[in-house]
């Protein structure tokens, strides 16, 4: 088997090379031929067709989804749920990898800024609980890599090659993570009505009687 590392794109506002320091030059190919798992090698090769580039968020999403995995002990192609805690780059690797999308309501996306993630399994029907495991990239460990931390601090211009060169050094070494149980919401009914300010059909939740879009426009939903 050629374990040779992918081409991958690279985002025009790095350049390729990327100049670190005077006269040492970063190629993203060169990083990736540190890899010897041709399995990881081909997971970045699907995240960067479907992200664009590999960047570094996107290849945090790369370790968090094996870490989670393993922890959880998933069997290949089983079923996952992922609630990621920022849009950036971070769910990209759930969605073309473990299938994990907003539309089939195995992504959810919960928008607090953090490199982090929660991720179960699919739980049996009579279940109201389920374990998931939460995982964070920490910055009490990031801290061991300078270079790494000050790209996760956003205190220094460190470009994805650097940062993700050390990441595969560092491996899972610079996440934390804890078990947790999480109450599974009982499934509601789905109604539909109509609207009666639009006129329009909408998914109607708690019997109101105009739909989410007309009760903002008319301020009774505040951001």
Same mark, same amino acid.
């Given at each position: 088997?050629?374990?040779?590392?992918?081409?991958?794109?690279?985002?025009?506002?790095?350049?390729?090379?990327?100049?670190?320091?005077?006269?040492?030059?970063?190629?993203?190919?060169?990083?990736?031929?540190?890899?010897?798992?041709?399995?990881?090698?081909?997971?970045?090769?699907?995240?960067s067709s479907?992200?664009?580039?590999?960047?570094t968020g996107?290849?945090?999403?790369?370790?968090?989804?094996?870490?989670?995995?393993?922890?959880?002990?998933? @069997?290949? $192609? =089983?079923?996952? %749920?992922?609630?990621?805690?920022?849009?950036?780059? +971070? #769910?990209?690797?759930?969605?073309?990898?473990?299938?994990?999308?907003?539309?089939?309501?195995?992504?959810?996306?919960?928008?607090?800024?953090?490199?982090?993630?929660?991720?179960?399994?699919?739980?049996?029907?009579?279940?109201?609980?389920?374990?998931?495991?939460?995982?964070?990239?920490?910055?009490?460990?990031?801290?061991?890599?300078?270079?790494?931390?000050?790209?996760?601090?956003?205190?220094?211009?460190?470009?994805?090659?650097?940062?993700?060169s050390l990441?595969? @050094?560092? $491996? =899972?070494?610079? %996440?934390?993570?804890?078990?947790?149980?999480?109450? +599974? #919401?009982?499934?509601?009914?789905?109604?539909?009505?109509?609207?009666?300010?639009?006129?329009?059909?909408?998914?109607?939740?708690?019997?109101?009687?105009?739909?989410?879009?007309?009760?903002?426009?008319?301020?009774?939903?505040?951001?």
């Amino acid at each position: 088997m050629n374990k040779s590392a992918p081409r991958v794109c690279i985002h025009s506002d790095y350049g390729n090379p990327f100049k670190v320091n005077p006269g040492k030059e970063i190629f993203m190919d060169d990083v990736l031929k540190k890899i010897t798992d041709p399995y990881l090698l081909f997971q970045i090769k699907q995240v960067s067709s479907f992200h664009g580039y590999l960047s570094t968020g996107a290849f945090i999403g790369i370790q968090m989804l094996n870490i989670a995995k393993r922890l959880l002990e998933a @069997d290949p $192609g =089983e079923q996952l %749920y992922v609630a990621c805690e920022t849009y950036s780059c +971070l #769910p990209d690797p759930f969605q073309i990898l473990a299938g994990c999308t907003i539309g089939n309501k195995k992504l959810k996306i919960r928008d607090f800024g953090k490199m982090a993630v929660v991720v179960n399994k699919k739980a049996p029907e009579d279940q109201m609980l389920v374990r998931s495991v939460r995982i964070v990239l920490d910055p009490a460990k990031t801290v061991q890599y300078p270079r790494l931390h000050e790209w996760y601090m956003n205190t220094g211009k460190v470009p994805h090659e650097e940062a993700i060169s050390l990441l595969i @050094d560092a $491996g =899972e070494s610079v %996440y934390s993570y804890k078990f947790m149980d999480i109450e +599974l #919401p009982k499934k509601p009914d789905k109604r539909i009505a109509l609207c009666i300010n639009c006129g329009e059909s909408f998914v109607q939740k708690n019997g109101g009687a105009l739909c989410l879009a007309c009760m903002e426009n008319i301020g009774v939903l505040k951001e």
